[in-house]
């Protein structure tokens, strides 16, 4: 797995894991990413007790966006040790799916989230986070040399 930025020195970490989705539109040339208003994120969050990667990202999804996924796909494993405001100093070992919408069964929980249908090469230096914005820089890579 990959670590994407550095660790402090003298900085106790608090492992987080969490599952996280690229969502592709039908048409395959845009994807979703969320905003608050002034970030720009994937869909997806930590992994709560007692649920695997699949059952946090599908959780998490239906709280940020009401949709549950179809053709869910193993994208990639990243590492980041990162600090937040609301959590402080965190291991982040993110868990990162491709995937589609497939029916919307609820209205969102997380009301201050907007889901926004971006091309990724516009967005790929806008991302909240530097793991996010390498998973960005790897998918284009990727959906480059093959369709995805």
Sequence with gaps: MKYVGEKEENIEYKKRPGAYAIIIDNNKEEIGIVTDGKDYFYLGGGIEEGENELQALKRELIEEAGYTLKNIEKFEEVG?????????????????????????????????????????????????????????????????????
């Design 80 to 148: 980041s040790y990162i600090y937040a405001e609301d959590k402080g100093y965190l291991e982040l070992i993110a868990y990162v799916y491709i995937a589609e919408f497939d029916e919307k069964i609820a209205e969102p929980i997380e009301k201050d989230h907007t889901v926004l249908w971006v091309k990724p090469e516009d967005y790929a230096n806008k991302m909240c986070r530097e793991w996010q914005t390498y998973i960005m820089k790897r998918f284009i890579e990727k959906r480059e040399g093959k369709n995805l």
